[in-house]
Each structure stands twice: as C-alpha cells, then as structure tokens.
C-alpha cells in the first residue's frame, strides 16, 4: 500500500487507542475497585475514594471471606460453599464431557437415518430456559431421594449440559474425513476401536474446549445452585449471594469483594491460563451447524 | 451382511440411545410436566387438580407480571444493543493492527469467565449509593454528584443493564473479531486500490459481510437475556420492591418462595414460549443451511 502520508492516519490512530483505553478502563474498573476494597478495612472505605490503593495490604477480610464470615446463621466462610462446587464441577464435567464425545462421534461418524433430526431436537437442550424443569425437576429429584444433595446437582449439570457438549463434539468431529472411517472399517476395525484408536487420538483440543466450558458454566451456576441445594450442599455462587446479600447492619464490603473474588478466582484462573480454548467454546456455542 | 455387521450397525444407535433417552425425557418430558402443572390449581406443592387456564388469567392480571415483562423489555433491548454495539466497536478498532492486541482483548473477555453472581456483588458495590461511584465522584471535586439508581424503583433496571453490558460486551467483541479475521482481505485491498476510505470500506464492505455473527451474536444474548437470573438476583434481588424483578425472578419467587406453584410454572412456560419463538426459527435455518459444506 502506498497511500498518500497525511495527518488523518495518525490522528485517526490516536483516536483508536483512545477508545481502546476507555474500554479498558470501563472493563478493569470492577476489578481493581475489588481488589483495593478487599484489602482495606471498614474506616479505610468510608474515607478514601472507591480507587485509593489501601494503605497497607490487610489480608483479614479475605481470612473472614474464606472461614469465618456469616452467610445467614453459618459463620464458616465460602470454604464449605467452594469445596462443594469443587465436588459437583469435577464429576459433572467428567461424565458431560465423556458422554458429549461418544454423542459426537456417532452423530457425526455414524449417522443413521433421523440422527440430524434427533439432534436438532437435541439442541434445543442449550437455548431452553431452565425455569421450565424447575418444578418437575425438585419432584424427580424427591422421589430419587436426592433432594438437596450434592449428587442430584451432578445429575442436573450434566443432563443440563449434555445438548451443548454433544453439539461441541459433533461439529468438531464433522471435519474429520469419513474416509479415515471407512479405511479403518475395512481394516475390521470395530466402533469402539475406531473411536479409541483413530478419533480420540486426534480430540485434544475440542476436550480442552468442552472441560473448560463446562467447567466455567457449571462453576458459575447459580439457578441450579439456589433451588436444588440444601444447607449442605449449597455451591460458592449461592454462599456468595447469601453472604452479601446477609442483612446485618454493618456491611463489611471488603469481605463481600475477597468472597466475589475467591468466588470467581477458579474460572478466572483457567481463562488466564487457557484463554485460547475458552474463545474457542464461546464460539463454537454461538455458531451451529 | 453378517450378523456381525448388523451388530456393528445397531451400536451406535445403542450408544446414543441412553443419552436421547435421558436427554429428550429432561428438555421435553419435564416441558411437558412443567406445562401440565401451570393448568393445575397447585399451590406449595403440586396438586394435579385441573385448573383451565386460570393461572394464566391470574399471571397477565397480575401488576407485577408486567412490570418483569416491562424490564425484560428494557434490560433485553439495553442489554444486547449495548454488548453489540460496544462489541463491534471495540472488534473494530481491535482489527486495526493495533500494538497488544492479545493483552487487550484479554481483559474485554475477562468478565465472561466470571460468574453473574460476582458480576452483580461487584457492581453492586460499585454503584452503591453514598460509596461506590457516587463517592468517587465527589471526591473528584463534584460536590453535588448523585447516582444513586440501585436504589431508584425507575433507574435500578439500568442497573442491571449496565452489568449485564460490562459482562458480556467482550463476548460479542470476540464473535465479531473472529468474524472479521474470516473476510477475505483481497475484497478490502480491492475497495482500497479503487479509494475507498476506510470507515467507507467498513461501512459499505466489511459490516454487511459481518451480517450471519450478528445474527449468531445476537440470538445467543436475546436468549440469555430471557433468561436472566443471577445477575438480577445478585445485584438488586428484584428489588427496591419488585421493581427489577424479570420473569425469571418471578418465576423463582412465585414457586419457592410464594407457594405458587401453578402461576410459576405458568410464568415459566411463557418464557419458554418467547425463547422458542426465537431460538427454533433460528436453530431451524442454521441446521438447513450447512449440510453443502460438508
């Protein structure tokens, strides 16, 4: 390209990192006023402005958020709420994920006759809205007698997420030659070998993809969380709400931004470290096909 | 054909058989049980006594039914023309070779990772009255500043709104981005070569090409917006009053904690109703439209 130099390019230039600084600013803001909140302590936030940085790094408020602050009558902490979401995340995007790939592979390898209007119908599954199996939901779940327990939530998150983790699978098995199939087929290779030897092998990265959506949308459930778990098996999404939504008269809103970050610190983590497949799934899940 | 062959060709049905089973029992069987309960006259616990249509009536009657339609208006139509807007802009100036490109569009997404609940603690927080954003502004030199919406029965929506944008604009950032990446850079050098101008060549060129992601994008956040819940409850808990309540809370509210089973599931099935007459339409022409390609 040779364009002509003028003056427009660079002030246009500036005008774009302009705006881009703006965005940053508008998408760090929630962040940072967390972190500076948390480390200060009830004085320091009502003299200082919402950006101050806290005089000295006091680390009280994140103890108090982990062990001992008050959600409703329990004063032990997000601690319980965080190991049970660990306990319902590990095993839910486990059995999603392995029962996604196995849906995948037969929607896509072994299509029979009515399987893409099977799985369309499926995929409703991912847009529906959960209010409509509430209700019948909470009565299944009595009469399997696992009513607020930790493994009734495992169940709904992976029925939940079976559309979504079938459709990730399927599209990516889809671009795998059938011919690689049939090869393989001739050689007297069986299903499950096919799929063991051949399409496993090359799913690494559509795995990555589907334990790290899983992970996050199964973390960061809270509907499920409020209206299936007991007082026992409340996840941290649900101990967050009700520690900073706890009416008492003073609001310690430091302790309120280290439980909001210990809460969001697990698919914080992961997206940081694995950025790449978090996209990945984000738009896998907006474009079908 | 052996029989061997024919085994070989049931196993697959026999492998996804449990999970259709499974599958179709949890989205439609409980659809169907949750629309039988909203014709029944159940109150704390399900009664299967016939009812008509009468939690329906009941539902539209009811003042505070409106008012959640009334903010799923607002919120739905502030919520996805923000994170569109803010989204294309930002992908956009992002495509123009800019210097951190991977560091900025980092933090755009960040908040997508987070879960709704710390989303709405955080911002509540931020837009609470007399400290938060009111505060800082005055500390500023701004006296008189007040921005007191959380706490406003008119503003609180914009509340959420505002979250809800903050939350997902670096979603729609991203579907835009990687939408722009796929357009043939031939067709923009051409426009360049004949002089088009660049915000002409966007205008004119590139956004038009852009028009399937914002379908896509657009669809994705109408029916997150249909069905959002944690956000509202963590952030305002559908209050002052009810004034934030969505049809989601309501339907929360109405079946655990009002004891009205009948109208929650009714309220629930006209979500369900306005997400299907969005979603199948849409599931419809992208599932025709593929095959070719393959």
Same mark, same amino acid.
């Given at each position: 390209m040779t364009a002509k130099p003028s003056l427009l390019p660079s002030v246009g230039r500036l005008l774009v990192y302009a705006v881009l600084a703006l965005a940053t600013a508008f998408f760090l803001l929630p962040l940072y006023a967390m972190l500076v909140t948390s480390f200060k302590d009830a004085d320091e936030i009502r003299s200082t402005s919402l950006l101050a940085l806290p005089a000295a790094l006091n680390w009280s408020a994140w103890g108090s958020a982990w062990s001992?602050?008050?959600?409703g009558v329990d004063c032990n902490g997000l601690r319980p709420f965080f190991w049970n979401s660990v306990s319902m995340a590990v095993p839910a995007v486990m059995v999603s994920t392995v029962w996604g790939a196995l849906n995948g592979y037969v929607l896509s390898l072994w299509k029979f006759r009515g399987s893409d209007a099977l799985f369309g119908m499926l995929l409703f599954g991912v847009f529906m809205p959960f209010q409509v199996v509430l209700l019948p939901m909470s009565q299944v779940l009595g009469w399997l007698g696992l009513s607020s327990s930790i493994t009734g939530l495992v169940m709904v998150h992976c029925l939940a997420g079976l559309a979504g983790t079938t459709l990730f699978f399927r599209n990516y098995y889809a671009?795998?030659?059938?011919e690689l199939v049939n090869a393989a087929r001739m050689d007297g290779a069986s299903f499950f070998q096919i799929f063991w030897r051949i399409v496993l092998p090359l799913s690494t990265p559509i795995i990555m993809v589907t334990l790290i959506w899983q992970f996050t949308n199964i973390w960061n459930d809270f509907l499920f969380g409020v209206v299936f778990s007991g007082t026992e098996s409340k996840p941290v999404t649900v101990g967050l709400n009700n520690l900073a939504n706890t009416s008492s008269s003073v609001k310690a809103y430091n302790v309120d931004m280290a439980a909001a970050i210990i809460a969001g610190l697990p698919t914080m983590v992961i997206y940081v470290l694995a950025g790449k497949f978090f996209v990945r799934g984000l738009t896998a899940g907006a474009v079908k096909g | 054909m052996t029989t061997k062959n024919s085994f070989e060709s049931w196993l697959p049905k026999l492998v996804v058989a449990p999970a259709f089973v499974l599958g179709f029992a949890f989205i439609y069987g409980l659809m169907v049980w949750n629309g039988v309960l909203s014709f029944t006259v159940s109150r704390m616990l399900p009664n299967y006594e016939w009812a008509g249509l009468a939690q329906y009536e009941k539902l539209w009657e009811m003042d505070r039914w409106w008012v959640a339609l009334k903010n799923l208006g607002i919120f739905g139509v502030g919520y996805v023309g923000g994170s569109l807007a803010i989204g294309v802009v930002l992908a956009v100036l992002l495509d123009q070779k800019i210097r951190a490109e991977g560091a900025l569009r980092t933090i755009y997404l960040? @908040?997508?990772?987070?879960s709704f609940v710390v989303t709405g603690t955080a911002w509540k927080w931020l837009l609470n009255p007399g400290l938060g954003i009111e505060k800082m502004v005055r500390d500023w030199? /701004? @006296?008189? /500043?007040? /921005?007191?919406?959380?706490?406003d029965t008119e503003m609180a929506i914009y509340c959420v709104v505002i979250a809800g944008i903050w939350q997902s604009a670096g979603f729609a950032m991203a579907l835009f981005l990687a939408g722009l990446r796929g357009i043939d850079d031939s067709i923009i050098k051409a426009a360049q070569v004949d002089g088009a101008s660049l915000p002409r060549i966007y205008w004119r060129i590139v956004l038009p090409a852009l028009r399937p992601v914002f379908f896509s994008t657009l669809m994705v956040l109408s029916h997150l917006a249909i069905k959002s819940f944690d956000l509202v409850m963590a952030l305002t808990a559908g209050g002052p009053g009810f004034a934030t309540d969505v049809p989601a809370t309501f339907m929360y509210t109405m079946s655990f904690s009002r004891g009205q089973i009948g109208l929650g599931a009714a309220s629930a099935t006209m979500m369900l109703a306005t997400v299907a007459a969005l979603v199948i339409p849409y599931l419809y022409s992208e599932l025709r439209s593929k095959p070719h390609d393959r």
């Amino acid at each position: 390209m040779t364009a002509k130099p003028s003056l427009l390019p660079s002030v246009g230039r500036l005008l774009v990192y302009a705006v881009l600084a703006l965005a940053t600013a508008f998408f760090l803001l929630p962040l940072y006023a967390m972190l500076v909140t948390s480390f200060k302590d009830a004085d320091e936030i009502r003299s200082t402005s919402l950006l101050a940085l806290p005089a000295a790094l006091n680390w009280s408020a994140w103890g108090s958020a982990w062990s001992s602050a008050c959600t409703g009558v329990d004063c032990n902490g997000l601690r319980p709420f965080f190991w049970n979401s660990v306990s319902m995340a590990v095993p839910a995007v486990m059995v999603s994920t392995v029962w996604g790939a196995l849906n995948g592979y037969v929607l896509s390898l072994w299509k029979f006759r009515g399987s893409d209007a099977l799985f369309g119908m499926l995929l409703f599954g991912v847009f529906m809205p959960f209010q409509v199996v509430l209700l019948p939901m909470s009565q299944v779940l009595g009469w399997l007698g696992l009513s607020s327990s930790i493994t009734g939530l495992v169940m709904v998150h992976c029925l939940a997420g079976l559309a979504g983790t079938t459709l990730f699978f399927r599209n990516y098995y889809a671009a795998i030659p059938k011919e690689l199939v049939n090869a393989a087929r001739m050689d007297g290779a069986s299903f499950f070998q096919i799929f063991w030897r051949i399409v496993l092998p090359l799913s690494t990265p559509i795995i990555m993809v589907t334990l790290i959506w899983q992970f996050t949308n199964i973390w960061n459930d809270f509907l499920f969380g409020v209206v299936f778990s007991g007082t026992e098996s409340k996840p941290v999404t649900v101990g967050l709400n009700n520690l900073a939504n706890t009416s008492s008269s003073v609001k310690a809103y430091n302790v309120d931004m280290a439980a909001a970050i210990i809460a969001g610190l697990p698919t914080m983590v992961i997206y940081v470290l694995a950025g790449k497949f978090f996209v990945r799934g984000l738009t896998a899940g907006a474009v079908k096909g | 054909m052996t029989t061997k062959n024919s085994f070989e060709s049931w196993l697959p049905k026999l492998v996804v058989a449990p999970a259709f089973v499974l599958g179709f029992a949890f989205i439609y069987g409980l659809m169907v049980w949750n629309g039988v309960l909203s014709f029944t006259v159940s109150r704390m616990l399900p009664n299967y006594e016939w009812a008509g249509l009468a939690q329906y009536e009941k539902l539209w009657e009811m003042d505070r039914w409106w008012v959640a339609l009334k903010n799923l208006g607002i919120f739905g139509v502030g919520y996805v023309g923000g994170s569109l807007a803010i989204g294309v802009v930002l992908a956009v100036l992002l495509d123009q070779k800019i210097r951190a490109e991977g560091a900025l569009r980092t933090i755009y997404l960040y @908040p997508m990772a987070l879960s709704f609940v710390v989303t709405g603690t955080a911002w509540k927080w931020l837009l609470n009255p007399g400290l938060g954003i009111e505060k800082m502004v005055r500390d500023w030199g /701004f @006296p008189n /500043f007040e /921005f007191g919406w959380l706490v406003d029965t008119e503003m609180a929506i914009y509340c959420v709104v505002i979250a809800g944008i903050w939350q997902s604009a670096g979603f729609a950032m991203a579907l835009f981005l990687a939408g722009l990446r796929g357009i043939d850079d031939s067709i923009i050098k051409a426009a360049q070569v004949d002089g088009a101008s660049l915000p002409r060549i966007y205008w004119r060129i590139v956004l038009p090409a852009l028009r399937p992601v914002f379908f896509s994008t657009l669809m994705v956040l109408s029916h997150l917006a249909i069905k959002s819940f944690d956000l509202v409850m963590a952030l305002t808990a559908g209050g002052p009053g009810f004034a934030t309540d969505v049809p989601a809370t309501f339907m929360y509210t109405m079946s655990f904690s009002r004891g009205q089973i009948g109208l929650g599931a009714a309220s629930a099935t006209m979500m369900l109703a306005t997400v299907a007459a969005l979603v199948i339409p849409y599931l419809y022409s992208e599932l025709r439209s593929k095959p070719h390609d393959r």
